[in-house]
T-cell receptor
Framework: DQQVKQNSPSLSVQEGRISILNCDYT??????FLWYKKYPAEGPTFLIS?????DKNEDGRFTVFLNKSAKHLSLHIVPSQPGDSAVYFC??????????FGPGTRLSVLP | GAVVSQHPSRVICKSGTSVKIECRSL??????MFWYRQFPKQSLMLMAT?????????EQGVEKDKFLINHASLTLSTLTVTSAHPEDSSFYIC????????????FGNGTRLTVT
């Protein structure tokens, strides 16, 4: 039973354009969400978070949007850069519980 | 920022031997650390939660006698894969929180274990 889904295993975007990575969840108790970026043979790196009391959080080129009614969140990267090429994981948790990770989306930013 | 160091980054061992992986929080104290396993092209699967000074909490399906976790101090947790078999070959990653459960997890760089 996959509580956090990232239905696109991969995504290719041209440099300078917007990358949109999507994440869907099933547990309505999830109240805190994170996005991580992972390069091969390295641990994930925290990118940005959002709590359920917000619907948007922005940090530089990264913006996360949360649609609670749809149980959907997305990460927007604009403008995309070749160095953004990595696997992106979304993670979610309910209060007092451990984080559950999605399967990841591999983003390729083409020069 | 918070730094989590994991060692070794890569290890090859023979079937039947044991391997120890260390996870250290370098600039903060971590009362709780987490151990994950990642299979190729799959997500991070939580194996266990390591609590300083007490027994680890294992996720369902994870053999606690095979994956021994010790959290001896506020900055060090170890995972020992005992009597390793080729199917234990995987990428193991630790993480730690700097504060409350609302804090993001900070990950080590992972350990690639290959059992021959």
């Amino acid at each position: 039973d996959q509580q956090v889904k990232q239905n696109s295993p991969s995504l290719s975007v041209q440099e300078g354009r917007i990358s949109i990575l999507n994440c869907d969840y099933t547990n309505s108790m999830f109240d805190y969400f994170l996005w991580y970026k992972k390069y091969p043979a390295e641990g994930p790196t925290f990118l940005i978070s959002i709590s359920s009391i917000k619907d948007k959080n922005e940090d530089g080129r990264f913006t996360v949007f949360l649609n609670k009614s749809a149980k959907h969140l997305s990460l927007h990267i604009v403008p995309s850069q070749p160095g953004d090429s990595a696997v992106y994981f979304c993670a979610a948790r309910a209060a007092g519980q451990n984080f559950v990770f999605g399967p990841g989306t591999r983003l390729s930013v083409l020069p | 920022g918070a730094v989590v160091s994991q060692h070794p980054s890569r290890v090859i061992c023979k079937s039947g031997t044991s391997v120890k992986i260390e996870c250290r929080s370098l600039d903060f104290q971590a009362t709780t650390m987490f151990w994950y396993r990642q299979f190729p092209k799959q997500s991070l699967m939580l194996m266990a939660t390591s609590n300083e000074g007490s027994k680890a909490t294992y996720e369902q399906g994870v053999e606690k006698d095979k994956f021994l976790i010790n959290h001896a101090s506020l900055t060090l947790s170890t995972l020992t894969v005992t009597s390793a078999h080729p199917e234990d070959s995987s990428f193991y990653i630790c993480s730690a929180r700097t504060g409350s459960s609302n804090s993001p997890l900070h990950f080590g760089n992972g350990t690639r274990l290959t059992v021959t």
